[in-house]
């Protein structure tokens, strides 16, 4: 189950700082490591860092985004500020995203953690399928980047080592589970499309699509009910474009 849990770092600046979280990752039973458009990676002070966790940073792999980063995951976490601009779902307590994300740790999970300096950008939030924030000292609740990688590691090995037994024997069924984020994008590209196609969208409305991909967020629907959705969608549609949503859909 730890296995699936992988710390996504997004353009991190100093290298020293992936060394420090690879480190914090390993003391806490994770491994994989991901990351985003680093500065300068790889770099002798990102192993010197480690400090022991040197295999944490020679597995470590690099992409060129975030959708890239999470694309095969069910739960993708974003720490940050809440954001009450983008309506996902947020954890103000550590403690409860780490047992949620333990239990859709059946298949792969992220953590995100963004720039030192300012965090995720808004459009990488929406790659999020939650937001978490870490309770800190109002008049100053500034943590490292390494800091804060080892307060949600801990919390996720933490909840992990509280699972029944049961559960590391006996995984939800594949229909149980929650769709993966390249899944949840076909949908709501598919959503989107079919309300154009309808006249209930006669202009561009970031909004209500952002509104409407926030209400699934909190849903969490199955791949099952999912794939139902998808459906539905397609009795919806035109003649014309039936036949391309079929073939996306054997994408999901």
């Not at 470590?60 to 976490?77: F, K, M, P, T, W």
Request: with cysteine; hydrophobic share 40%; charged share 25%.
């Amino acid at each position: 189950m730890l296995a699936n849990i992988r710390i996504v770092l997004v353009q991190t600046y100093h290298p020293g700082n992936i060394g420090a979280s690879a480190r914090a990752m390993k003391t806490m039973g994770l491994t994989k490591l991901v990351l985003v458009n680093p500065r300068c990676f790889p770099d002798p002070e990102a192993s010197r860092m480690a400090a022991g966790a040197e295999d944490v940073i020679d597995n470590a792999r690099i992409v060129n985004s975030l959708a890239e980063a999470v694309s095969d995951c069910v739960q993708v976490v974003g720490a940050s500020a809440r954001l009450r601009s983008l309506p996902l779902p947020h954890f103000d307590e550590p403690e409860a995203m780490a047992r949620e994300l333990v239990a859709n740790a059946d298949d792969p999970v992220a953590l995100v953690f963004g720039r030192e300096r300012f965090g995720l950008t808004n459009d990488e939030i929406r790659c999020c399928s939650h937001q978490v924030s870490i309770p800190a000292n109002p008049d100053y609740g500034i943590l490292n980047l390494a800091q804060a990688v080892q307060v949600l590691a801990y919390e996720t090995f933490n909840a992990w080592r509280q699972q029944p037994e049961s559960l590391y024997r006996h995984p939800r069924p594949a229909e149980e589970r929650q769709p993966t984020r390249e899944q949840l994008e076909h949908f709501h590209e598919h959503l989107g499309r079919v309300m154009r196609q309808s006249g209930f969208l006669t202009q561009p409305h970031a909004r209500t699509e952002t509104q409407l991909q926030a209400l699934f967020s909190r849903a969490q629907p199955s791949r099952k009910e999912l794939s139902l959705l998808r459906g539905l969608l397609r009795s919806l549609e035109p003649d014309s474009t039936v036949a391309r949503s079929t073939s996306e859909d054997d994408r999901t």
